[in-house]
């Protein structure tokens, strides 16, 4: 359904965005290890939501196989 669609695709964003401060935050940080570390639990979860969607049909599978090599670099 389009509600789990969007509900799904916003959390998967946020989530990455999520990561994406974090990264950045740690480039200025001299202790990097924490933010690192949170980062990486960040990474697991959007992981888990990238291949919920495939799993709920949400997205083809060419598009997941792409995704999930994007989050594995």
Not at 4 to 16: A, D, I, Q, S, V
Not at 45 to 55: P, Q, T, V
Request: net charge positive; aromatic share 6%; charged share 25%.
């Amino acid at each position: 359904p389009r509600n789990r669609r969007f509900t799904l695709g916003e959390r998967l964003e946020n989530t990455l965005l999520d990561i994406v401060a974090m990264l950045t935050q740690a480039a200025y940080q001299r202790e990097k290890a924490a933010t690192l570390a949170h980062a990486n639990n960040r990474l697991a979860i959007a992981r888990h939501l990238w291949r919920l969607c495939f799993e709920l049909h949400v997205i083809p599978s060419e598009r997941y196989r792409h995704g999930a090599t994007l989050l594995v670099e």
